[in-house]
Structure formats: C-alpha cells, structure tokens
C-alpha cells in the first residue's frame, strides 16, 4: 500500500480484483472461453470520501460494483473491508456486513417491489436485521424519509404513485434504513431528468456530510462525477486506464481514452470550441479482447509495443496512476527494441499463414487428384439414353 493511502482511514481497499463470465466450456464442464468483465482492478477508499468509476457502457463498472458487495464471487484478488478480507468469507458472515454495504441500483422502476407500500420496502430490512425495536420501526423509517426529502404521508402509498426522482429518494431511503457506512450508486441518475438528478447528487452530499458515508459512485455522466467525488478510477473492457484525484484528473488527463472521455464533456460556454478527440473503430469484444494494451485498436497514439505488450500501471504523481506505455519510461528508452521484437512476431505470423495456407492448397489438390474420373459416353449411346 502507498504511504499516501497509510496515513488515511481506509474502509475499502481492492487488489487485483477479478471477475470472469464462462462462455464456452466443454463436456467436463471446464471453462474454454471466459469474458473478462473485471480483470485486475485496485484501488482504496477513504471513510468518507467518494471514488467514481467511469467508462464507456460494458467497461465492467457494475460488475465491479456487484462483486465488491459479493453479489458475484470474485475469481481473483482481493476485498479487504474495514481492515477484514471479506473475498471468501461465507454467506453466514456476509449476511452480518449486508447492513455496512448497501447498493442504490441504476434504475428507480424496476428495484422497487410494485405490491409493496414505502413504508413496508424500506422497513423490511430494518425489520430483518434488527436495526431498531419493532415499536420503534414506524418512526425510525418516518425519520429515514424525512432525511431523504419524502413526506410522512408517502408511508402508505406504492411505488406506482411516484416520479421517477421520488422513487430514487426512495431506493436511497431503502439503502440508508440500516446504516451502512460504504454505499455503491450504481449510476443513480441515469435514468432521471437533469433537474431531478441535480436533486439527487445534492442529497447524495448532504446525507455523506451529515451520516459520514462512504460512496462508490458508478456513471458515464463526467458532468456529475466531478461534482461529486474525490477520485476517479477509469476503466475500458474491465481493465484500470487511470486513476487519480478528481482535480488533478480534470487538470490533467494522460492516458489517451481518458483524453477522448473528457473531450466529450460540455461546456458552459457558447463561445468555447470544444477540441472533440473521435474515438475510431469499434469497441472490442470483452470475451475477445486484443493483445497488449486493449485500447491500442482505437489510440492514435499506438505504437508498436502497445500491440504485444500489456502496459504496467506506473505513478506519474502524488496518488495518480496510468497505463499507458507513453509514461512508462523502460518502454520509451527500448522502443528500437520492442519495434524489432513487433517486426520478428509479425515475419512469424505471416509465415505461419503462408503455410496454412500451403496446406491447404495441398489438401484440395490431393483431393481433386484423388477423386474419379468421369466415364467417356458415346454422342450415340448417349441418344439411345434419350429414346
């Protein structure tokens, strides 16, 4: 661990963290082809501050999310939470830290129980869980909406009755109800009006000052994570690209998919020219993903050595990290080297094709001399044939 983060109070540290999805396996049930959702994410959080997690859709930043609250099992790395590994414990001691770790999902409609009133969905975990005695409850979740901006008569009604914003204040009320101290958004206002997600981030803030919460803020909106977190990590297919502190970050992005994602982020001034960096091509596969660094496809920065060789995640600064070989300094003083060593696996490739395909000219030609010739039939046979 860095010494910057050692002298913090760090409730959630992930090393190496890794989440593959089985997509082929054979008739013994093992795995021949995996997508690689979340591949080597590391990262610490500091009780009370907030990291966002950014990146294109499919980059992995739910998954991550979900298998930090182990809703997904981690096939590799680690979760260290309030000084514990929680990565394999089981379900019996997971059950006891479900009230620490809450999830907001991304989507207020579908989260919500349509049968139940507010009332009994934000009451039902604090009913499980023994937050408060029963006698206690009505209140207790009567204060929780108050706190998130919903009014006592709300307690009886169903989620049907309410907007979009109403419902999310809900879904917030439903985290909140058993005091967690470590709260996963799952992108919270995506699906909201600007308006109402304004609303949302500034209650999001006002309950961390107020409950000392910590948050792990899931979005593709740059807008909104720079209003409200301390760092940001980006990821593309599953992989970190950077990581730093929000300032420093907007400041001064490094990594080239970084460049094109804050390119994207409007400004208010009718007056500024955006300089738009246009990302080319295609994202990738996740269950096929290219060798080397897996933005090389769309960089206009690749090089040679970006082809073949993953980049290692280097410290360019206090607390700020990219992988990206342009900053890697045993890469830039050897690309002679690495130039050579493309050129030797790309004469090698070809050659392997060459052959290939030598083969199977050579397999249709045996098969074409091997076959048998067609009988010779008389232009007069062939008329009786006909008769």
């Known amino acids: 661990m860095d010494e910057n983060v050692q002298n913090k109070d760090i409730i959630l540290e992930v090393k190496g963290l890794k989440k593959y999805f089985p997509i082929e396996k054979n008739l013994f049930g093992k795995t021949l082809r995996s997508l690689r959702a979340v591949d080597d994410v590391s990262f610490a959080v500091a009780r009370g501050t907030t990291i966002g997690v950014v990146g294109e859709s499919g980059c992995g930043k739910t998954t991550l999310g979900r298998t930090i609250l182990k809703l997904y099992q981690a096939d590799g790395g680690t979760i260290v939470y309030n000084g514990e ?49 029963k006698d206690e409850i009505r209140q207790y979740v009567r204060d929780i909406m108050h706190k998130c901006g919903l009014q006592p008569q709300y307690y009886d009604r169903y989620p049907h009755e309410f907007s979009g914003g109403q419902r999310q204040r809900i879904c917030i009320a439903r985290a909140l109800a058993v005091k967690p101290d470590l709260v996963i958004c799952d992108e919270p206002v995506s699906a909201l009006d600007v308006s109402i997600q304004a609303q949302i981030i500034n209650l999001l803030k006002e309950l961390q000052n107020t409950m000392g919460l910590t948050y792990v803020f899931i979005s593709h909106d740059l807008s909104v994570v720079k209003y409200i977190t301390d760092q940001i990590l980006v990821m593309y297919l599953g992989n970190m690209m ?146």
Not at 106 to 132: C, F, K, N, W
Not at 309 to 333: I, N, R, S, T
């Open 242 to 387: 950077e990581l730093g502190e929000t300032e420093e970050l907007f400041a001064n992005p490094l990594h080239p998919y970084t460049k094109a994602l804050f390119s994207a982020v409007p400004v208010p001034d009718p007056d500024l020219k955006m300089d738009r960096i246009i990302l080319a091509g295609d994202i990738p596969s996740p269950a096929n993903p290219p060798k080397g660094c897996k933005f090389h496809t769309r960089c206009r920065d690749c090089m040679n050595v970006c082809r073949f060789k993953e980049p290692a995640f280097v410290e360019v600064g206090p607390e700020h990290k990219v992988a990206c070989h342009l900053y890697d300094q045993e890469v830039m003083q050897h690309l002679e080297e690495y130039d050579r060593e493309w050129a030797r696996m790309e004469e090698e490739r070809l050659q392997q094709e060459a052959e290939k395909e030598a083969k199977r000219k050579g397999k249709r030609s045996k098969t074409a001399q091997n076959a048998p010739a067609a009988e010779a039939v008389e232009p007069d046979e062939a008329l009786d044939d006909e008769q």
């Open 85 to 133: 590994d929680i990565t394999d414990i089981g379900k019996k001691k997971m059950r006891a830290l479900r009230t620490s770790i809450q999830l907001i999902f991304q989507d207020p409609y579908s989260s919500l129980p349509p049968r139940m009133t507010v009332g009994a969905i934000i009451s039902e975990a604090v009913r499980v869980h023994h937050i408060v005695p």
